[in-house]
């Protein structure tokens, strides 16, 4: 079934490019209203969003009649190239002429459709681009250059709503929202790209977002990348004196009280669920300058757990597991726990490979990466490949959450049955912390309906620079967190030193080393207890 069903879409989508091809598709797209540029928009609100280069470009350094010529380049660079965020790095003394020459031959030879360049992705980013660099793309005497402006930006942008909805990626819906609505405002088009852009902007939200709005994939990346675009889109509005829409203020207000919990109450990154280390630094500093507070006091909030004081920071995954459809960035570590010391991580998860290495993606996302326990070397989570992406199969749920947290004593109690169907076990975990003692306290249960023994691990990872040393009694394992040392003990079974790999920096991988807890389950209700104390 499942191959014929791929066999329809495959069908499906061959007509569908012919049409996108055709003449007939082409007339549609190019029924624009007459309309100027009346708003435009300050770059510098682009700032969270950009990476600015430091050493300016000047246009003339561009082989402006070869540019689009180039067909040895690579798609990464194709991208780039047609994105045209690079206009953001152009030194404004750049000629203007140059600038709008370069537009004119992308538009000579991009004109009608195609599949490369009019990529839904690029498109959206392309218009942005454009409309907010107008004091070199736009500002012009030529009436015949900023009419064929118009007309492709316009052009463009009924391209994206004609394929917006057909866009499998929220992610990619949310920047063609904004390039709508950009659009809708800089013409002043209300009824065309305006309001459209506004209602499907709340549409969006509420696909995308739960309850309390935090996202349905439970990913911090993509929840800090949804917030920099509410607020552009707010900014918009708010700059060119448009009445600003409730949700979009109402969005705002939820996403950042997500963000104030997961990061600016801890600044640090929490390695969870497609999560990598950030530069959120200077998003704060955004947020400070446009005048951005958010606030949130809980210790449970979008499935995570987070305690702490002046010295110590313990969180936990205890959040269910998204449905299929918002799960291409899960990683199967319920229960899993990062601990901070004085702002340094103590115990890390490995954080998150991209799919552009299949192997080391699939990797990232099993349970043996995150510092929780295994069964047989088997994940919590069952995933299937779609398009070399994994998304759930099969998910768990995580249930008898309980949290206590006073001055000089914490506690975290939860449970996942992600190992019930194969194993008939539950997995029941607790960690005490006392910080008059810098002491942590765990015992994580292997609970079974049916007593089989089971092989198990519960590892604890660090980051690659920090040191382990097991003792020469073979009862502890030292941890030189810098200036800090830490012992990790468990009395009842084997503990070791084992390697691993490290993907919390974006695009990369380095080693790192992860203790682990090892032995087989003989008892129907196994308690495998374990101690993290400063030394």
């Known amino acids: 079934m499942i191959y014929i069903n791929r066999l329809f879409f495959n069908f499906f989508d061959y007509i569908r490019k012919i049409y996108l091809n055709s003449t007939f598709y ?87 459709y195609n599949e490369k360049s009019w990529n839904f992705d690029l498109t959206a980013k392309r218009i942005i681009a454009w409309l907010s660099c107008h004091n070199l793309t736009y500002d012009n005497d030529n009436e015949d250059y900023r009419n064929n402006f118009n007309l492709i930006i316009q052009k463009q942008t009924n391209h994206l709503i004609n394929e917006i909805n057909k866009s499998k990626l929220i992610d990619d819906k949310l920047i063609g929202c904004a390039s709508i609505i950009l659009v809708g405002l800089c013409y002043q088009n209300e009824n065309k790209y305006l309001s459209y852009g506004s209602n499907l902007l709340k549409k969006i939200s509420k696909e995308a977002l739960d309850n309390f709005g935090f996202p349905k994939s439970r990913n911090v990346k993509q929840l800090v990348l949804y917030l920099k675009y509410f607020i552009l889109i ?179 109690n939860a449970s996942h049955d992600g190992y019930k169907k194969k194993y008939k076990t539950i997995h029941e975990r607790e960690i005490e912390f006392f910080p008059e003692q810098s002491t942590f306290v765990g015992i994580d249960k292997i609970i079974k309906k049916i007593n089989k023994n089971y092989k198990f691990d519960i590892r604890f990872h660090v980051e690659p620079d920090v040191k382990l040393m097991k003792t020469q009694d073979n009862k502890s394992i030292l941890i030189q967190l810098e200036n800090e040392g830490w012992k990790f003990t468990c009395d009842n079974f084997d503990i070791n030193i084992d390697n691993g790999l490290y993907f919390g920096n974006k695009n990369s991988y380095t080693n790192n080393q992860n203790i682990f807890i090892s032995g087989i389950s003989n008892n129907q209700i196994e308690n495998i207890k374990w101690k993290i104390e400063k030394i």
């Open 234 to 412: 707010r900014e918009w509005y708010k700059e060119s004196q448009i009445k600003i829409p409730e949700h979009i203020d109402e969005t705002i207000h939820y996403l950042g009280q997500g963000y104030a919990f997961v990061w600016q109450n801890i600044n640090f990154d929490i390695l969870y669920n497609g999560n990598n280390n950030s530069d959120n630094i200077n998003f704060d500093n955004y947020l400070k300058r446009l005048g951005y507070k958010f606030k949130n006091e809980n210790q449970d909030f979008g499935g995570y757990i987070i305690l702490k004081n002046k010295k110590i920071c313990l969180t936990m995954d205890v959040g269910p597991v998204p449905v299929s459809t918002f799960s291409k960035d899960y990683q199967s570590g319920a229960l899993s726990i990062e601990i901070v010391s004085n702002g340094k991580k103590l115990i890390t998860n490995c954080g998150y490979s991209k799919k552009n290495n299949i192997k080391l993606n699939d990797l990232s996302k099993s349970t043996a990466t995150h510092n929780t326990l295994t069964i047989d070397d088997n994940s919590s989570c069952k995933f299937y490949k779609i398009d070399k992406v994994l998304f759930v199969k099969k998910g768990l749920k995580v249930f008898k959450k309980n949290t206590v947290y006073e001055k000089n004593y914490w506690k975290i």
């Open 26 to 112: 082409d007339r549609k797209i190019s029924k624009i209203d007459n309309h100027n540029l009346i708003y435009k928009p300050s770059p510098h609100l682009l700032s969270s969003l950009i990476k600015y280069h430091k050493q300016k470009f000047r246009i003339e350094d561009f082989a402006l009649d070869k540019i689009w010529n180039n067909n040895n380049i690579t798609t990464k660079d194709f991208n780039r190239l047609n994105n045209f965020y690079w206009f953001f790095s152009l030194d404004l003394k750049s000629s203007r002429k140059n600038t709008q020459s370069v537009i004119n031959n992308w538009i000579k030879h991009n004109f009608k």
